[in-house]
């Protein structure tokens, strides 16, 4: 019987890691085909990044401010 169980626990352990890791490549795939950057970490996570951020935080700050302002539905000024 211990037998049986430490199977089925191996067996387990295997759809899992098969399951996450499908799950994995899809989402990589989606951010990939979405313009976006994917680092993979040593044990197993993600860094999801969108390199659009980089021009955002290049904008210079008054800008950014006249940006809010306006998509506020508030004139500029």
Known sequence: MPELILTLTALAVV???RTVRARLA???AAAVAEGWTVRKLPWGGRVYRDPRLDQLAA??????SDERTVHSGREAG
């Open 59 to 64: 904008m210079p700050a008054t800008l950014a």
């Open 15 to 17: 759809l899992l890691a």
């Open 26 to 28: 899809a989402t990589d």
